[in-house]
């Protein structure tokens, strides 16, 4: 994620189809709605999201390499088809993000000037920006200016997949939801050049709950025609719709989701029981502090 060994069983995102398997029920998460129906623990039906962590365990297990850095390598290479932004729309796509950099409140910037502030971010980012010819391939950071929270403050992430050619409308989406909601502690968009080569083309990273991320989905949805979205969602993630996906973290948790759950999954394989591996997914979610019955949500 290798040689002539036979290739191991695909792993199968929520919402696709394999081998014949009927389509997936729209009343779970499969549509282009944000709204998901929620079983009576509260939770919405963890069976999709328990059937990928499976598939992505049994790959893993094929390919026989179950290291969690194998494990996430399976996760980032299943990618939403699309077509991606030609090169030569890449420049007014950096200017159109550029421009939105300290409107409303909005600081933007590359995301490996994390940590850096004040003259030196702006000065940075401008330079990174205008001038560099790898700027189109990395992830932007919106933030309200000034605001700083800790690392824990951050309970979930919405992921977003859209089309490529609506990168600009994506930008300009997250710059009004970052601006005028305080649950979002910080957000990022792929640079036109990223979009649609990774597991998502944006993230909320939220201090809410389930609820209020619905509420966001909404919002989000409202602003982007229905077309902008693709029907993608990461393993192990709740879907709220078509190209809407929600996950928690545990205040443990400080990486990114698929490096998380690759992490519990290599401790699942490790599990030299008699156990079935679905039971094994199970505890090894449970004492990671997840929702066995519906692993994108944190125990309560």
């Known amino acids: ?47 999709l999201v328990n059937s990928s962590i499976l598939q992505w365990a049994e790959k893993a297990k094929a390919n026989g390499n179950t290291s969690s850095g194998a494990l996430y390598q399976i996760y980032a290479k299943e990618l939403p088809r699309v077509e991606l932004l030609p090169r030569a729309e890449h420049r007014a796509c950096l200017a159109h ?18 940590g850096v502030r004040g003259v030196q971010l702006k000065h940075d980012t401008k330079e990174f920006m205008m001038n560099n ?7 932007y950071k919106i933030e309200r200016s000034g ?11 919405l992921t977003i997949n859209v089309k490529p050619q609506f990168q600009k409308a994506m930008v300009d989406a997250a710059v009004r939801l970052t601006a005028e909601r305080h649950d979002i502690i910080t957000a990022k968009v ?22 209020s991320a619905q509420t966001l989905a909404k919002e989000l949805q ?11 969602t990461p393993a192990g993630m709740q879907s709220m719709g078509k190209g809407l996906c929600y ?34 997914l199970r505890n090894a979610f449970k004492s990671a502090g997840y929702n066995p019955d519906n692993p994108a949500f944190r125990l309560e």
């Open 1 to 47: 994620m290798k040689s002539a060994a036979p290739a191991g069983p695909r792993l199968i995102r929520q919402g696709q189809t394999h081998l014949g398997r009927m389509p997936l029920n729209i009343e779970e998460g499969q549509g282009s709605s944000a709204t998901t129906s929620v079983q009576k623990s509260g939770l919405p039906n963890g069976r």
């Open 97 to 114: 993000m550029y421009k939105q950099n300290a409107k409303d409140g909005i600081s933007i910037w590359p995301q490996f000037l994390d």
């Open 133 to 139: 010819p790898k700027a189109a391939d990395e992830f």
């Open 147 to 157: 605001a700083q929270f800790p690392d824990e403050a951050v309970k979930a992430r």
């Open 190 to 211: 792929a640079g036109p050049a990223k979009i649609g080569t990774l597991t998502d083309a944006a993230v909320f990273y939220v201090g809410g709950d389930f609820s």
């Open 222 to 232: 409202a602003l982007l025609p229905e077309d902008a979205f693709i029907n993608h």
């Open 247 to 280: 996950a928690e973290r545990t205040p443990q948790d400080r990486t990114s989701h698929g490096m998380s759950r690759a992490s519990i999954i290599e401790s699942a394989l490790a599990d030299t029981s008699m156990l079935s591996l679905e039971k094994k």
